[in-house]
């Protein structure tokens, strides 16, 4: 079977005993993937049920605890009850995470009443998810952004609420699948990160949200960039700014013109990618607005620096890439560690590509993009880190390549 004629197999075998769960082609992605090693209850008993196996015969591994020595916890871990090692992320999480576990259904039969605290939770929880991934990567994230989720798409399944709270909840499953996506992009998983902006476009739909819409579009545009796709770049960038023209924020105008401008840089067209350039910062220099939506706080001056830079980057003007991406990194300061980290390794990357490489520059680079491995836990970043030791590996006879490549080296290996 395929993931989605699994998903609707194990849908009915569940109906037809009583059992009422919600799946998607997602939800076994995760299983098969090994993103999930422990399904929830109901679907163990029906796994169990349709193929006369035990969950561990097919694969999945019980949870164990983990206990901790009498040493001083890692950097970043914090021990819990019992000696139990806790990282720090799970704990700044838990409290949204623990609303969502306490409002699931207790048995399969129930059809919990839904309010605004469920609402909360949801829109709690994404909140979270972007500030850890801000502070700390989206490494370890993917899992605790699937269950939450996992959880909505249940909520909305099988809880009782109104047309008006039913159009929020929809929204805000929207906006958590943005999320989502977003982690399995950063984490190099592009087909699932299409599967949830696909959802979230799905549940803009539902609930009649052009902002919604827009965000899912624009998150494809980056998908398509992301994949070597630049026609589709451009095109879902123009389709996330028609749903947007009406929103009444001109940085949101801002972020798509620039989705836009990436587009027709990569594929090589300048002058159009110059016109969507011109058009962001004229847009982002409207300032901020009442109807700016609250996700978008991570644009910031600092951002729109990084962006344009990226698009040099395509365009073959790697001395411009250079200035924007280090001007990026002196604007950010001292926030947004994940985001400096990327574009203090993108400084690495343009010096390495520019027509005569400046090695002592690229090198130097590298090395501050490396003292945020510890803490930025991204496989994006790890890419990057990878990508210069590629481009470094041919002058290894140089003395700060040499030096930073040792270094490369036991880092990656410490993290």
Request: charged share 20%; net charge neutral; glycine share 8%.
């Amino acid at each position: 079977m395929s993931r989605t004629e699994a998903a609707e197999f194990l849908v009915a075998e569940g109906a037809k005993c009583g059992m009422t769960v919600y799946l998607v082609a997602r939800t076994i992605a995760t299983w098969e993937d090994g993103m999930t090693s422990w399904p929830q209850a109901r679907y163990r008993r029906l796994l169990h049920r349709v193929t006369d196996r035990t969950v561990e015969e097919l694969g999945f591994t019980p949870p164990a605890r983990r206990v901790g020595v009498a040493a001083e916890p890692a950097a970043g871990r914090q021990v819990g009850q019992g000696g139990e090692v806790v990282p720090r992320r799970s704990i700044l999480l838990g409290a949204g995470a623990a609303v969502l576990t306490t409002a699931v259904p207790a048995a399969d039969h129930l059809r919990p009443a839904l309010g605004q605290d469920h609402l909360r939770a949801l829109l709690e929880i994404e909140q979270q998810l972007y500030a850890q991934d801000r502070d700390h990567g989206s490494a370890d994230l993917g899992q605790q952004a699937t269950n939450a989720l996992h959880t909505a798409y249940s909520w909305l399944a099988e809880g009782r609420y109104g047309a008006g709270l039913g159009r929020e909840l929809h929204t805000a499953t929207g906006m958590l699948s943005v999320a989502a996506g977003w982690l399995a992009l950063d984490a190099g998983r592009p087909a699932d990160a299409r599967s949830l902006y696909t959802e979230a476009l799905a549940n803009a739909r539902q609930a009649d949200d052009p902002g919604l819409e827009a965000h899912a579009f624009a998150c494809l545009s980056l998908l398509a960039h992301a994949t070597g796709r630049p026609r589709e770049a451009v095109t879902t960038a123009q389709v996330a700014q028609r749903a947007a023209s009406g929103l009444g924020s001109p940085r949101w105008l801002a972020l798509l013109a620039m989705r836009e401008a990436r587009g027709w840089a990569l594929q090589g067209d300048r002058t159009l990618a110059e016109q969507a350039l011109v058009r962001a910062y004229e847009l982002y220099a409207r300032g901020p607005q009442d109807a700016d939506p609250q996700w978008l706080a991570f644009f910031v001056p600092a951002e729109l620096s990084g962006l344009e830079s990226l698009c040099r980057a395509d365009l073959g003007q790697h001395d411009r890439a250079v200035a924007g991406a280090e001007q990026a990194v002196m604007l950010f300061g001292s926030g947004h560690p994940r985001n400096r980290a990327l574009y203090t390794a993108d400084v690495a990357l343009h010096h390495t590509r520019q027509a005569r490489p400046d090695l002592d520059a690229a090198t130097d680079a590298a090395h501050r993009a490396l003292v945020h491995l510890p803490d930025v836990r991204s496989e994006r970043l790890i890419r990057s880190l990878r990508d210069i030791a590629g481009a470094l590996q041919s002058h290894g006879e140089v003395r700060c390549v040499s030096a930073y490549l040792d270094s490369y080296r036991a880092a990656v290996r410490a993290a």
